[in-house]
């Protein structure tokens, strides 16, 4: 488990059992990305035998996104990594960290955190993937945080993107069903005004990994089958719903609490909980186990569906579009899926400097002219590369390592 906590003033209580921060973390941008194509319950029903009946009645999903060919989850990850540096007027080259949540990137390695740092031009940056499933955000901006409440960083940024379209078993009808394309970024940045990340609570149990994955080229027995040894599919969705239903909601409840006492407030203080976005039925029953009210969930499953780790910064930007979130207010995260994992987290909203829309004209330009920059250095580099490989194999001592080669094969044990 790794915890933060600060010094606080209003509802907090300092318990001084750890350290003041040498700053603390504040979210200060924050973007979404979800592809055009909309595929609704009746589409589905074209697909495998279900109705629009009865996803929403067990689900609460009506519709969810689905990526075209030309959308990945690097290229969403971007798009929603560019409004958040909008929303923030913070500039590709401040940012230090880049940490992508997923579990559907294009690449085991490079990883689409790297291709999203390429292509933003944040040539400062340090890059990588996270796999927590649906709780990888809440991980990611745990993390970020930490890195800046240390002081070791100023800026980060974390994407929570994903590509579920291409990992779903499109004839499990108990699967299929559930989830959508997204992205969804924030952006952290270190501030001498108490407050941003409070608290976390980052849990996993492996025990219950057989209860929801995607089996993947590290599995064992993997050339040339489609199954895996135990029944399931490669690279696609498995999933036990009624037990994943129950370890959901009694994580969320028992995470949240922590969270709560660990920032040093209560439950009551908390204005809006944004949760993973799985399924309504489960927010009603975390609701009804915490004896709290529903609308204290921020809830858009009904239009997104499952994003995993893009569905709560998904969630975040709809709730501050909607004017949910105020300056100053105590916010949670609750994120839980595979791992099994579950994460939560209390943030106390607002870097005061900073409202959405009021973003530096000079820097937007400036931004622009990172990403174009980022293009073309991409494509220098490439072309340089390949022209300095062309080049080597016309050098003699290139010709000699062919020869070697030759000889190494026919003779493999000189
Ligand atoms: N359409 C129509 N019928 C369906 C169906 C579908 N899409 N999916 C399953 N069914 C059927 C089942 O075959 C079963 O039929 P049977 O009674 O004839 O055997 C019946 O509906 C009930 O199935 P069951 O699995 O008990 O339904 P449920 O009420 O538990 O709902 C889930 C299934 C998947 C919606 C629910 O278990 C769930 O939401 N679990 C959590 C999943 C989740 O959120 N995962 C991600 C976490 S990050």
């Not at 009865?54 to 075209?68: F, P």
């Not at 290229?75 to 929603?80: E, V, W």
């Not at 560019?82 to 559907?104: K, W």
């Not at 975040?316 to 949910?324: I, N």
Request: charged content about 20%.
């Amino acid at each position: 488990m790794v915890t933060t906590n600060t010094t606080a003033q209003s509802a907090r209580t300092n318990n001084g059992a750890r350290p003041t921060p040498v700053q603390y973390a504040h979210i200060v941008g924050w973007g979404m990305a979800v592809p055009e194509t909309v595929m609704t319950n009746d589409d589905l029903s074209a697909i495998v035998e279900t109705s629009d009946e009865w996803i929403r009645t067990r689900t609460g999903i009506r519709e969810r996104r689905i990526a075209s060919d030309h959308e990945s989850t690097a290229t969403l990850g971007l798009k929603a990594a560019q409004h958040a540096l909008e929303v923030a007027d913070v500039l590709p080259a401040e940012v230090e960290l880049v940490i992508c949540a997923t579990s559907t990137p294009e690449h085991i390695f490079p990883s689409a955190a790297s291709l999203i740092q390429a292509w933003l031009g944040a040539n400062n940056a340090g890059a990588f993937d996270l796999s927590a499933a649906c709780s990888g955000f809440v991980y990611g901006v745990n993390i970020a945080a930490q890195a800046i409440r240390s002081g070791s960083i100023r800026t980060a940024l974390v994407v929570g993107s994903e590509t579920m379209s291409r990992v779903l078993d499109w004839s499990d009808r108990s699967t299929c069903i559930l989830f959508g394309d997204g992205a969804g970024a924030v952006v952290l940045k270190a501030s001498d005004v108490d407050g941003g990340v409070l608290s976390a609570v980052l849990r996993s149990d492996g025990t219950g990994g057989d209860l929801l994955g995607i089996p993947t080229v590290g599995s064992l027995d993997i050339e040339g089958v489609t199954e895996i040894s135990n029944g399931h599919k490669f690279g696609k969705m498995h999933m036990n719903g009624g037990e994943v239903f129950k370890f959901a909601t009694r994580v969320i409840g028992d995470s949240l609490t922590q969270a709560a006492q660990q920032a040093g407030i209560t439950l009551a203080d908390i204005k809006l909980i944004v949760p993973h976005q799985a399924n309504a039925r489960i927010l009603h029953a975390a609701a009804r186990n915490l004896k709290i009210s529903d609308a204290l969930f921020m809830s858009n499953v009904e239009r997104y569906g499952n994003t995993s780790s893009a569905s709560i910064p998904i969630a975040l930007c709809e709730a501050v579009q909607q004017g949910r979130i105020q300056p100053n207010d105590y916010i949670a995260f609750v994120g839980f899926g595979g791992g099994l994992t579950w994460a939560a987290m209390v943030v106390q909203w607002g870097s005061p400097q900073v409202t959405a829309g009021t973003s530096n004209f000079i820097n937007r330009q400036r931004r622009q002219l990172s990403y174009r920059l980022a293009a073309w250095r991409r494509t220098l580099l490439r072309a340089s590369r390949s022209i300095g490989s062309s080049f080597a194999r016309l050098r003699p001592e290139h010709g000699r390592m062919d020869r070697l080669k030759h000889k190494a094969e026919q003779h493999p044990f000189e």
